[in-house]
């Protein structure tokens, strides 16, 4: 098990190329790791491996500096290369076990879940760090995902595993109901859009930040 | 370094999805391994990690019985997880440093390289496998290919690496030209089409294999 504290789950950004409007993905992350971003997840489906190595070194440059962790979506290939901090998967990527035995027990490893029923089964992967909600609202960031859970089936999650589980939320998550989540029972939210497409990522992730806090009070 | 052996280059097949002509990979690489192939790469650029991992298993099941090296092209993640013997990397993926700290010393891996300038720099590759001198013809299966290196230039690049490197040629080989490429001083073919499209993947291999080693006598 990774060395994941609460706190760094309350903003997770995490970087899609098409929403971040041509801006590079450098400039984008480093607006939001000095908007407060807690954690960042780098997630790429086109590039090449030798591209996605050096975007995940130059973007862990930035988050090591910070003292944030650098997850990366899916290939951990990519985040032993970069030396990331760990490594989120998905229901159709890496089987958790083997995340754990190649990612090694230091790793912090990530899971999304798309409902109660595989929230449970997350209770039995010795040394799992924590839970994505995935998707909490209609998002159109991923074509791929199951039916939005709403703020309802989030709070059967949390229910389901526990206060012990780091719980994330994402998909759709904004300004507008960032705070509903946190009540709903996430520890935190993870972010695509409502950062990557912002005028001003940096604002806008300063301005989430402060939701999450606000609704944690 | 890995555990290779020069007969293992013999007649390395890679599979190739599309040119499997809507056959199933474990089918031609069933068909192949019967025939007599001495190493087989399992190449994957569409499916997810989790279906990739799964055919690599069943694949790998296939390879093990056999006794001969499965190598799993680009993804040190699937290699690691389904445990295959190795990892091929080609000049836009991982670098071989990276790939060698990944794998670990025991795994086999091999680099394409594309000229004699590349074949010069993997002399300076400490325990580097083999070298895939590509394309020695022009071929329909990869898009992305640099201009075919022809029997001059892969004699030009064996000459630049000298006797001890361990070289397959790889690239629009097929039964008319595999004795070619092994008296240009190949020590094996990596074959796609010429076994993924054949009629009979098993009877193709067989020539193809026959042909090296009448070449090498």
Redesign the interface.
Known sequence: MGNLTRQALELYIVTDRILSLGRPLTEIVRAAVEGGATMVQLREKEC????F?ELGRTIHALTHAAGIPLIIN?????A??VGAEGLHIG?????YA?AR??MGPEAIIGLSVENEEQAQECLSLSGLDYIGASPVFSTPTKTDTAPALGLDGLRNIRHRVGPEMPVVAIGGINLSNIRDVIRAGADGAAVVSAICSAASPAGATAELLSAVKEAKR
């Open positions: 090449d491996t030798r591209q190595i899916d290939r951990a290939d990519i032993l290369a229901q159709h990527d890496m089987a083997d035995r190649i």
